[in-house]
């Protein structure tokens, strides 16, 4: 396992080398939330840039993170997505397009994304449709 402090280093130079550009899936609560706090209290005042799509189901959780963001990293850009049901690939293709089209209009042709965080979780417990159900089958992604 890495060591925290290795981690820590790492995200540290990762926020050094220019601007960045993030999109966290269901950045809303849980690990999301906390991965997005995490880079912009690290990015802080000093970093080269930071925007982040905040990819999530619940628009005022989503200002709630973008709220405390700004007091981390005032020069951050935070940006809510909102997607329905990410399990669905047509809501995926949705919030896929409408990042897209913020991004292009923000950098333009230098439109670029640096980091994807899925943090998204799910179980299941039946297997998948047409196999046999296993009772020790638990996925949580």
């Known amino acids: 396992m890495v060591k925290l402090d290795a981690a820590r280093i790492a995200n540290a130079e990762l ?3 220019g601007p960045l550009v993030i999109v966290v899936a269901s ?4 690990i999301g ?8 209290s690290e990015h802080g005042t000093a970093g080269p840039g930071l925007r ?3 990819v999530g189901r619940n628009p005022s959780a989503g200002e709630r993170t973008i709220a405390a963001c700004r007091q981390l990293c005032p020069k951050g850009e935070f940006i809510f997505v909102k997607a329905a049901d990410l399990s669905l690939l047509k809501d995926v293709d949705k919030c896929c397009a409408e990042i897209v089209q913020l991004e292009k209009k923000a ?3 230098a439109a670029k994304i640096d980091l994807l965080v899925l943090t998204q979780g799910m179980v299941l417990f039946g297997g998948r449709k047409g196999m046999a159900p296993s009772r ?3 996925q949580i992604l």
């Open 52 to 54: 982040v799509y905040i």
């Open 33 to 40: 939330e906390y991965t997005i706090r995490a880079l912009a």
């Open 136 to 138: 020790d089958f638990v």
């Open 27 to 30: 950045g809303t609560t849980g």
């Open 15 to 17: 926020v050094k080398k």
């Open 107 to 109: 950098a333009g042709d």
